[in-house]
C-alpha cells in the first residue's frame, strides 16, 4: 500500500527495487507492516489507498485482492478511491510476468479494485479485455463508483452556489494564499523545531548569538534540492533557508558556508584545506554532513549506512582545527552509523544533532542552536551498527531474529557459494545487538525526573478475549483477523508526574513502553511502544501526563496472523533506560489475566 488523502501520503514497501516479490509472513504482515495503514484508514480516514510496484508474497500489490479488498475494504472497512503507483498496473503483465496477456492483467487489477490506473496501461487494454469476456461493463462500473463518491465529496459537481461563474468550492481557495500564510509558514518551521534531536552535547550547544561561524559540509547549502522532492520547486516567497540561515540567526551571526567536500557522495578532498582555514577562524563551526537525495531517494535505494570516506576526513580535519569542540548536524534519512561521531571521546565534537531532510523548513533550527527553547526530538529510527548491512540481505523482510534464506551481503562469491545470514532483528522490538542509537534516545538543555502517580496492579484480558473471537468467527477462513482499532479500548491508565529538574524551560516527551512476558522468545517484541505525550514543563514544574496501553498491547501472534491474549507480567516503562539520569525514567509491572 500506499494511503493518501487530501494532505497526501502515508506510504508502505517501497524501494528495494521496485518490483522485487517480497516475501513476508502473516505474522509480520499483522503485527508490523500493516499496522500504520490500519492506523490511516481507520483512524485517519484517508480517501485513497496507493497499491505499490512489488508483489507480497508473489501477488503484485495492484492485482492483490487479498491486499486491496479483504483486508483494506471489508476488514478495515475503507471508502475511497484506490490508485496505481504510476506503471504499476503494467508491470503486473510486463515486470512481474505474473499474467500471460495485458488483458489478463487489466482485468486482474479491476476485479482486485484497483480503481486508477496512474498512466495508460488499462486504457489501452481493457477494450480488448471487454471484447475477450475477460471483464464486464459492471467490473468497470464498480471502480467508477469508488471514483465518483470521493469527487462527490470534494464538491467537484456542487456549482449551483455561483451561477455566473460556474464553480466547486474547492476553486475558490487561493491556493498560494493559503499555503503561503504567515501561520502556515510558522508551522513548517515548527514541524522541524519539535522533531530535531539532540544525540550528544557536551556542552558545545547552545551556541553564543553573536561572532562568526563557519558551517562546513556538503550538506552546509542543501535546501533547494530538497524542496521540489513531490511539491513545488518554487517554494514561498522564493526563500531557499539554507542551515547557514539558521546558523546566521537573523544577521545576528556572520555566517559563511566552506562545503570542503563538494557532495555528500563525493570523493573530492581537495576543498578539505580551505574547510580547515575557515574553522580556524571562526567562532563557532558546525558541520553539515550526512546523505541527501543523491544517496536514497524513490527508485534509488541507499547503498551504505556508513559515512564515506571523504566526509570522515572532513569530520576529523575540521574537528581538530576548530578552536571550539564543533557542532555536528546530520541531514540524513537513512540511519547512518553515527558511532564516529558519537563514541569519539577525544572533545573535538561536542554536540550531535540530527534534522533528517528538512529542506527549507531547516531555518526553525536557529531556536534550538542558540537555547532560546530546548531540544525535545526522539529518535524514530533504531540506529544499527554498520556490520548491521553485513549481517541480513535487504531482501530479508523478517522482522523478528534468525536464520536468513539470503546470503551474506558482505559474500563477493557467487550467492550459491555463500554463508546465509543472520537477521539480528529489525526494529527496537526485535534487534537483539546494541544500537548505535536507540530509538526513542533524545537529549535536552535541561534534565527531567519521572515518578509514576497512579498505576494499576493487574488488567483483565477478557475483553480482548472475546473481540479476537469475534473477529475470528467473523473471517471464518483461519486467516489474520484485524480488530478495528475504533474497538481496541484502554486496557489501563497510568499517571506519570513529569519534573523538570535543571534551569531551563522545555518540552518533554514521555513515552510509554511495555515488555511482554517471554519477551524476545519464539517471536514475542523485546518491548512495543504503547503511547507518548509531549508536555512543556517549566524548570522545577512538575506536570502530570497519563498514557493509555491499548488492549491490543497484550497480544500474541502466531504464525499464521492469528491473534490471542497474551496473560502474564508485563513490565512498563516511560522514558528509555539509556538516558536516565539525564532524561526521565520510571518503570512499573502489570498482571495480566
Known sequence: FQAEDGIRDCLLSRGLGDVYKRQVTQRDLVDSYMVPFQACVEKGKVSSLMCSYNAVNGVPSCANDWLLRTVARDAWHFDGYITSDCDADSNVYDAHHYTATPEEAVADVLKAGTDVDCQSFVGQHARSALDKGLITEADMDARLVNLFKVRLRLGHFDLSFDAANPRGPLDTIDADAVVCSDAHLDASMEGLAQSATLLKNDGALPLKPSGTAAVVGPNALLSKADAGYYGPTDVCGGDYWTLVDAVADGGAVTASAVLGVPTV?????????????????????????????????????????????????????????????????????????????????????????????????????????????????????????????????????????????????????????????????????????????????????????????????????????????????????????????????????????????????????????????????????????????????????????????????????????????????????????????????????????
Not at 554532513?289 to 580535519?317: P, R
Not at 524514530?380 to 523478517?398: G, K, L, R
Not at 537477521?423 to 544500537?435: H, L, Q, S
Not at 473471537?469 to 489501563?492: W, Y
Open 265 to 593: 557522495l563525493s570523493d573530492d578532498v581537495t576543498g578539505i584545506p580551505a574547510a580547515v582555514a575557515a574553522a580556524k577562524a571562526a567562532d563557532a563551526v558546525v558541520l553539515a554532513v550526512g546523505t541527501d537525495l543523491t544517496w536514497a531517494a524513490e527508485g534509488k535505494d541507499a547503498t551504505s549506512i556508513v559515512f564515506t570516506a571523504a566526509q570522515l576526513e572532513l569530520i576529523d580535519a575540521v574537528a581538530e582545527a576548530s578552536a571550539t569542540p564543533v557542532v555536528v548536524v546530520v541531514f540524513s534519512a537513512t540511519p547512518l552509523d553515527l558511532s564516529p561521531l558519537l563514541a569519539r571521546s577525544d572533545g573535538r565534537v561536542g554536540a550531535v544533532v540530527h534534522v533528517g531532510q528538512p529542506s527549507v523548513t531547516v531555518k526553525g533550527l536557529g531556536d534550538l542552536l542558540y537555547g532560546r527553547r530546548s531540544f525535545a526530538g526522539r529518535a524514530v529510527q533504531t540506529v544499527y551498527p554498520a556490520a548491521y548491512a553485513d549481517q541480513i540481505s535487504i531482501f530479508d523482510f523478517n522482522m523478528r531474529p534468525g536464520p536468513s534464506a539470503f546470503a551474506r551481503p558482505d559474500c563477493a562469491k557467487n550467492e550459491s557459494a555463500c554463508p546465509r545470514g543472520t537477521n539480528p532483528g529489525r526494529t527496537y522490538r526485535f534487534y537483539v545487538d546494541e544500537p548505535v542509537v536507540p530509538f526513542g534516545f533524545g537529549l535536552s538543555y535541561t534534565t527531567f525526573a519521572y515518578a509514576v502517580r497512579s498505576a494499576p496492579k493487574t488488567v483483565d484480558l477478557a475483553p480482548l478475549r472475546a473481540a479476537y473471537a469475534g473477529v475470528a468467527a467473523a473471517r471464518g477462513d483461519g486467516g489474520p483477523a484485524f480488530l478495528s482499532l475504533h474497538d481496541d479500548a484502554a486496557a489501563a491508565t497510568y499517571a506519570v508526574d513529569v519534573t523538570n529538574t535543571g534551569d531551563v524551560d522545555a518540552d518533554d516527551v514521555v513515552l510509554g513502553f511495555v515488555t511482554p512476558p517471554g519477551a524476545g522468545v519464539d517471536g514475542v517484541p523485546l518491548k512495543e511502544l504503547f503511547g507518548f505525550e509531549r508536555v512543556h514543563v517549566k524548570a522545577g514544574e512538575t506536570k502530570t501526563v497519563y498514557l493509555y496501553p491499548a488492549l491490543s498491547k497484550f497480544k500474541t501472534v502466531a504464525e499464521d496472523g492469528a491473534l490471542a491474549a497474551r496473560p502474564g507480567d508485563y513490565a512498563v516503562e516511560f522514558g528509555i533506560p539509556e538516558t536516565r539520569g539525564r532524561m526521565g525514567y520510571a518503570a512499573a509491572t502489570l498482571a495480566a489475566f
